[in-house]
C-alpha cells in the first residue's frame, strides 16, 4: 500500500512541473555549450535551441565535438537539442505554441530574477546570448520577461554558463 501512495506522489509531482527549454543565441564557446548543456541537465530542461552560430554537440558530418562533450559529460546525449539560424523566427513559432519567453540578461525593463516564478506559465523558454554581447536587442524586444540577476562585484555579469544556472534554480523553484 505504501508503494502505491508513492507512485500516486509522483505522478501529481510530475504532472505540475513546467515545460522548460534553453536558446542558445549566438554562443561562441564550445565550452560554455557543454556546461550550459550539463546545467541543463540537472534542470530538467527538456530541449536546447542552438541559435546562429552556437556549436552543436555533433558537427554536419555527425563527429562528436570534443569540448562540449568533455563539459557536458554525457549530458548532450541526454537532452534534445536543435539547430535554427534566426532567432526571431524560431520565438514566433515557440509564442504559436503558447512558450512563454524570458530572456536572461542585463536591461533597463529587465527585472530581479528573484521575482519571476510567480509570473512564469507552464511553457517556458530561457534565452542567453553571446559571451560578449549578451542576447540581441532584436530578441530581448519580443522576450515577454527579461529578468537579470543584480551583480554586488566589480565585474557586470556572470560567465554565460554560470548565470542560467543560477537563476534556473531560482526561477523554477529547484
Known sequence: MKSNHAAKKLTIKKASQKTV???LENIRSAENVGALFRT????GISHIYL???TPAPLDRFKRPNTKIATRALGAEKNILWSIHTN????????KKDN???VALEQAPTAIDYKKVAKQLGQKVAYIVGNE???VLPKTLARADIIAEIPMRGKKESLNVSVAPGIALFRMLDI
Open 21 to 23: 527549454a534553453l536558446i
Open 40 to 43: 541543463a541537465d540537472a534542470a
Open 51 to 53: 541559435v546562429g552560430y
Open 87 to 94: 532567432t526571431l523566427t524560431l520565438i514566433t513559432k515557440l
Open 99 to 101: 512558450w512563454q519567453i
Open 132 to 134: 560578449v554581447d549578451g
